[in-house]
């Protein structure tokens, strides 16, 4: 078998001849909306006899229908389910009893839409593999949404078949890895030309996996640039979540979650929301982000996946939807929604976050530098709902008319107040403007029991019970003193 540091040599037709020259694996291949790009190589491979029971392609709508039922949608996660089960199932059905006691019984499909001759085609699919890890076990299962990012067809259609080897060859022979079946998926392809944004695993070949560590790694090893999941910990497939709905982001670090961070989404989604109705535009989506740049702070450039789970843990405690991104640049995560929706898309943020976006040094990259981004970011009317700072030196409050920015800067930031693309959050919780995130963590380490008036009561006791970010029961307990504001100096980027 191909280990996993010899994965990257070796080229797509050798990993399919080597399924086929495994007389355990034997399965079916269901393949719609571009041909049977994937089965192909099996076929060119040689031996493909001893692994193929039956390949088959349903590009008629009906005919698709008649084998696997009406379906709303042709590419979509329900029907490449109903493809899985309805093969895998006929498959046991037909050949389990004369050879199951030695067979791996799998049933791949896939259901994608490539570039048409009209070119305008959002170019996507949805692709997995039901199969056995043992003969007669019970069925695990793999299903990915992959974006195809070439500019021809042949191209996607030759890098889909390319995707679907290495789907195959990793759950047959890496399932017992999580880490190297994901990182497999770009064996022989690179990132300009695959995206794989959602994964999920299922079955016995994955007990005990969290899922939304697996959606983490998807951003980490550059497999998708964005991946989402649930207060549920159940993986969620952006376009399904984002697809023509209106949708508010608060960027923070959630070290821990506070009541400021609770506060700032609430008002903005209520201020936000109101023009929507009038529009009749429907509910915001609301979601909390996570940026890598964000989980990697502080830890040599490595992430902390205990650390990760944490702020994952106590973000599922408040029913937050969260949002994993490798988008630093607001316009960048402003480009990524504009993908999904057209309709009216808001963030929100603290003072010191929107001083931080009036840092021309972050633009450097840029050839038209902050008027550049500034251009893609508040293109299509995006908005800005800003939550206030108490200085912590004065007491005084500094909202969108008080703060000040370079004094060059200062007649663009007029600007963009005055057509309302950055707005003051009007109605707030005066009480928790005290509160920093840092100031809670080290409160929090160092046992001062103030740190639990700054925090929603489910996430301190979540906290306190799970030992989350250093806690500790056993710690001196200080006695509290009136809150203190921190440092304005340490704010950390995204937090109010």
């Known amino acids: 078998m191909i280990g996993s540091l010899d994965r990257k040599k070796v080229g797509t037709q050798q990993k399919a001849l080597e399924i086929n020259l495994d007389s355990r694996k034997y399965g079916t291949f269901a393949e719609i ?165 959602m994964v999920k695993f299922s079955g016995p070949a994955f007990q005990g996996l969290d899922h939304r560590l697996a959606s983490l790694k998807l951003v980490q090893l550059g497999l998708s640039d964005a991946a989402m999941f649930s207060a549920a910990g159940e993986v969620l497939q952006p376009a399904e979540v984002l697809y023509k709905k209106p949708v508010l982001v608060e960027r923070g670090s959630f070290r821990p979650v506070t009541y400021v961070n609770l506060d700032m989404l609430a008002c903005a989604r209520e201020q936000f929301a109101l023009p929507l109705a009038q529009a009749g535009e429907g509910e915001p989506v609301a979601l909390m982000e996570l940026t890598m740049r964000n989980l990697m702070a502080g830890g040599g450039g490595e992430i902390d996946y205990a650390d990760f789970l944490a702020r994952a843990d106590v973000l599922a405690a408040t029913g937050a939807t969260v949002l994993i991104s490798n988008y630093f640049e607001y316009y960048r995560l402003a480009s990524y929604l504009r993908r999904y929706t057209k309709k009216p898309i808001a963030m929100t943020m603290g003072v010191p976050s929107l001083r931080e976006l009036f840092d021309e040094s972050f633009y450097e990259g840029l050839e038209g530098g902050i008027l550049e981004a500034f251009g893609r970011l508040f293109r299509n009317d995006l908005r800005l709902y800003i939550y206030p700072l108490k200085d912590p030196q004065t007491g005084g409050l500094v909202t969108v008319e008080k703060l000040k920015v370079a004094p060059h800067l200062q007649n663009l930031y007029a600007h963009l107040v005055g057509n309302g693309h950055i707005t003051s959050i009007d109605f707030y919780d005066k009480n928790v403007l005290h509160i920093f995130s840092r100031d809670v963590l080290a409160k929090l380490q160092r046992g001062d029991p103030a740190w639990e008036r700054m925090v929603p009561p489910e996430v301190a006791e979540m906290i306190k019970a799970r030992g989350l970010f250093g806690y500790s029961a056993t710690k001196p307990r200080p006695t509290a003193q009136p809150d203190a504001p921190p440092d304005a100096r340490a704010v950390p980027t995204g937090d109010a």
């Open 33 to 197: 909306g571009a041909g049977q790009e994937v089965v192909r190589w099996f076929f060119q491979a040689g031996a493909a006899a001893g692994t193929i029971a039956k390949s088959i392609s349903a590009y008629d709508m009906v005919v698709s229908d008649a084998i696997y039922g009406r379906a709303p949608r042709y590419v979509s996660r329900e029907r490449l389910q109903t493809m899985l089960d309805y093969e895998y199932d006929l498959l046991l059905e037909r050949l389990s009893e004369k050879r199951g006691a030695e067979t791996d019984f799998f049933a791949f499909a896939n259901t994608v839409t490539a570039r048409s001759y009209r070119g305008n085609d959002e170019c996507h699919g949805w692709m997995g593999v039901k199969y056995q890890a043992t003969p007669g076990s019970e069925p695990s299962q793999i299903v990915i949404h992959v974006r195809m990012l070439d500019k021809e067809n042949p191209a996607q259609q030759e890098a889909l078949g390319i995707l679907g080897v290495n789907l195959l060859h990793g759950a047959l022979f890496h399932y017992e890895v999580p880490d190297d079946l994901l990182s497999s998926l770009l064996d022989n392809l690179s990132t300009e030309r695959i995206e794989v944004d």
